[in-house]
């Protein structure tokens, strides 16, 4: 055999893997940042913020401590959460959570801290005023609404402090209301407003929105250039939407209603705000009546705001506003501005020839208006309203007919005869039976009957020179078919020549046995003042 092979060595290269790091040292205790961290969201009191010593539960299902429910007591505000009365009203019991409290004690106990202490009265009032939004001003109501639902999701959170992204829309609104007072400067901050306005009723918390509403009417009575920087879509969007929720409170809607009445006093605004559907809000607002008389009464005054411009009338008219405003204007427990500004509205409605034709047409308008003129326990100013609205509607064919159905003719005369406040009514009576007797062989025969042609032949021969003594005089000639008014067989007195005698009576107008009927002892009428007066002045 051949001699023994050598063995050689194969060195291979080594790598050493590094020893590995020692485990990080725990601390011996945990910080108070830690501790928090750790402790189940469940164990935390929404308002304090830490784990609970004495909790109790509330009908809403939440859970907290019963020092801060005593303080939400004591300060007459509701906890986050809760739906209805506050504790102080006496209709909440808190029921002890003793299932809770053991809990909380057994975890205390197996992570080795002391038990959860009872906060004192002082921290638990300044944690409730923290969490929950100050109470509401006096006069408003408090039965139907809770707290800021966004102050409850903060409370919710492990800090015991708000930063400033958790203010609330309200808050904000009147910071910037209280800025805007004490600096007095005209057109400063309306976008502010607006949006945060936007901000809350978008938000739909009842007590955020009451609060936006009222600081909304406040801004709209400063100044002209502030309610015209105001009237912006998002803004009148959410106007609308208040009013058309049967779950806003009657003040927030009472307070939507007054700004937008506010709004209606620029002819600027005018036509947005009807292009903006604000017009079917305010009519079922004026629906109402006596179950919100302070929203029905603003909503009257802005329907008469948005009348005054010609271009709204038929639109308003169309959107169904003429029923509850005649309802509103015929109905005597309504209040006196409430009616005035109704009469104002359909006063200015009944122009539009459209309107005309409905409020003919209305079952019973014909009739209460006619009720409303003649009746002399009515004050004034509401006869004649409802006398100038009977005028506009007997301009039309239909009106005419639905006036003399309902005895207007009668009506007019008995007014013009033996009404006490005659000289002040004098002129609308006489314009509307000028008006029935347009092309209406049917008016001669009521006239006739009802004796219209004695007080006609008074204010023909007595009254001074005017408008309403040529409507006399051609409404006397067409009852007594000496003329057409529409045929032109009736000459215009006013421009034709007249032969007077002495005594101011007409020599050849009138037949001779006519004349005698100036005798009867009657004094002059006097003019009238123009009653078309716009209430310029904010609702407060």
């Keep these: 055999m051949g001699a023994a092979r050598a063995w050689r060595w194969k060195l291979l290269p080594f790598h050493s893997k590094p020893p590995p790091p020692p485990p990080p040292s725990l601390p011996a205790t945990l910080s108070p940042v830690d501790k928090e961290e750790d402790v189940p969201r469940e164990f935390l009191c929404p308002i304090l913020g830490a784990p609970m010593s004495d909790p109790v539960i509330l009908p809403s299902g939440r859970t907290y401590e019963r020092a801060c429910i005593q303080a939400c007591a004591e300060l007459s505000v509701s906890p986050p959460g809760l739906e209805g009365d506050s504790p102080a009203s006496g209709g909440v019991v808190p029921i002890p959570n003793d299932a809770l409290g053991a809990a909380i004690r057994t975890w205390s106990a197996r992570s080795g801290r002391a038990p959860p202490a009872a ?7 300044e944690a409730v005023l923290r969490a929950v939004p100050s109470p509401r001003p006096p006069g408003r109501s408090s039965s139907n609404l809770s707290c800021s639902s966004r102050a409850s999701a903060a409370s919710t959170s492990s800090s015991s402090s708000r930063s400033s992204s958790e203010i609330t829309a ?16 005209v057109g400063e901050g309306e976008e502010e407003v607006g949006q945060l306005t936007v901000k809350a009723v978008g938000g739909g918390d009842e007590w955020e929105v009451e609060a936006a509403m009222a600081a909304l009417r406040r801004a709209t009575r400063e100044s002209a250039p502030r309610r015209r920087a105001l009237c912006v879509p998002q803004l009148l969007a959410a106007l609308r939407r208040v009013l058309l929720s049967a779950r806003h409170s009657a003040a927030a809607r009472a307070d939507a209603t007054a700004a937008l009445a506010n709004l209606s006093l620029e002819p600027e605004n005018r036509v947005p705000i009807v292009r903006a559907g604000a017009v079917p809000a305010l009519v079922e607002v004026a629906s109402l009546g006596a179950a919100a008389p302070e929203a029905c009464e603003h909503a009257a005054g ?4 948005l009348a005054l411009h010609e271009g709204n009338r038929a639109a308003i008219g169309v959107l169904g506003a003429l029923p509850p405003l005649l309802a509103l204007l015929t109905t005597g427990d309504q209040a006196p501005r409430a009616r005035r500004d109704a009469g104002m509205a359909l006063l200015h409605l009944s122009l539009a020839a459209v309107n005309q034709s409905k409020l003919a047409r209305a079952p019973g308008a014909a009739k209460n208006l006619l009720s409303i003129s003649s009746d002399s326990n009515e004050p004034l100013p509401i006869r004649r309203l409802a006398l100038m609205v009977i005028c506009n509607v007997a301009a039309c064919t239909e009106g005419r007919t639905a006036l003399m159905d309902a005895g207007a003719v009668a009506t007019f005369s008995v007014i013009l005869s033996d009404d006490a406040h005659r000289s002040e009514l004098e002129e609308c009576c006489v314009a509307a039976l000028y008006d029935m007797s347009k092309g209406s062989p049917r008016f001669r025969g009521l006239a006739r009957a009802a004796g219209a ?17 040529d409507m006399a005089r051609k409404a006397l000639r067409a009852m007594l078919g000496l003329g057409d008014i529409n045929g032109g067989g009736l000459h215009d007195f006013s421009n034709t020549e007249r032969n007077d005698d002495d005594s101011g009576t007409m020599a050849s107008s009138l037949p001779v046995r006519r004349r005698r009927a100036a005798s009867w002892g009657a004094p002059p009428a006097s003019k009238l003042s123009s009653s078309h007066h716009w209430r310029s002045v904010c609702i407060d």
């Excluded at 309200?170 to 007095?184: D, P």
């Excluded at 802005?302 to 705001?305: E, I, R, S, T, V």
């Design 453 to 469: 042609d004695r007080p006609l032949i008074l204010i023909a021969e007595q009254a001074d020179p005017g408008v309403h003594k």
């Design 170 to 185: 309200v808050e904000q609104l009147e910071m910037v209301c209280a800025k805007k007072t004490e600096s007095l400067r």
């Design 302 to 305: 802005a329907l008469f705001g």
């Design 119 to 125: 906060p004192s009265a002082a921290a638990a009032r």
